[in-house]
T-cell receptor
Framework: GAVVSQHPSWVICKSGTSVKIECRSL??????MFWYRQFPKKSLMLMAT?????????EQGVEKDKFLINHASLTLSTLTVTSAHPEDSSFYIC???????????FGPGTRLTVT | AQSVAQPEDQVNVAEGNPLTVKCTYSVSGNPYLFWYVQYPNRGLQFLLK??????LVKGSYGFEAEFNKSQTSFHLKKPSALVSDSALYFCAVRDTFSGGYNKLIFGAGTRLAVHP
């Protein structure tokens, strides 16, 4: 149980375009979903937190107009990278937490390359 | 400030030998502690957690961790390492200031290399 999927697993886009990444909890309802960014050989950097039906809460330094997060249902959250630039290239990972639980369950990640 | 420290960038161990991956933490209030493992180009997999109760916590794949309040540590252990255990390991603690969101604060990660 507690499976989280992400789609796509990798994407290449041109500078200036937008990319949407989906995160789904497959066998549980995710009260809270988290989006992280991970640089090579580095730890995870929390970008934002969202509860279903609420606006996302962004960490300091993360541009909310650039990284749009929508938590439309208890099983789906999306991250849209708008007007992507090469510096946005990274490994993006989502996670989900179910009601009453403390551990997060992670998706497999999405490798974004902006050319 | 709340934080998690993993003092070793890399741990090397021979297959069949016991392994320990170290973690210390600093948090306000009661610590909720977690271990995750990450294989290359993959997300993190949950291994185990300590919320309350016995100080020795058993988790997936034969891993266990010992909570030591006086030393503020939560070291990950396994009695006999496998080559397939080679991966990146993250220790995390619940951010007690994050309220109902229950955010996690992650350590920098420790790369475990198990040699045949």
């Amino acid at each position: 149980g507690a499976v989280v999927s992400q789609h796509p697993s990798w994407v290449i886009c041109k500078s200036g375009t937008s990319v949407k990444i989906e995160c789904r909890s497959l066998d549980f309802q995710a009260t809270t979903m988290f989006w992280y960014r991970q640089f090579p050989k580095k730890s995870l950097m929390l970008m934002a937190t969202s509860n279903e039906g609420s606006k996302a809460t962004y960490e300091q330094g993360v541009e909310k107009d650039k990284f749009l997060i929508n938590h439309a249902s208890l099983t789906l959250s999306t991250l849209t990278v708008t007007s992507a630039h090469p510096e946005d290239s990274s490994f993006y990972i989502c996670s989900a937490r179910q009601r009453g639980g403390y551990e997060q369950y992670f998706g497999p990640g999405t490798r974004l390359t902006v050319t | 400030a709340q934080s998690v420290a993993q003092p070793e960038d890399q741990v090397n161990v021979a297959e069949g030998n016991p392994l320990t991956v170290k973690c210390t933490y600093s948090v306000s209030g009661n610590p909720y502690l977690f271990w995750y493992v990450q294989y290359p180009n993959r997300g993190l997999q949950f291994l185990l957690k300590y919320i309350t109760g016995d100080n020795l916590v058993k988790g997936s794949y034969g891993f266990e961790a010992e909570f030591n309040k006086s030393q503020t540590s939560f070291h990950l252990k396994k009695p006999s390492a496998l080559v397939s255990d080679s991966a990146l390991y993250f220790c995390a603690v619940r951010d007690t200031f994050s309220g109902g969101y229950n955010k996690l604060i992650f350590g920098a990660g420790t790369r475990l290399a198990v040699h045949p």
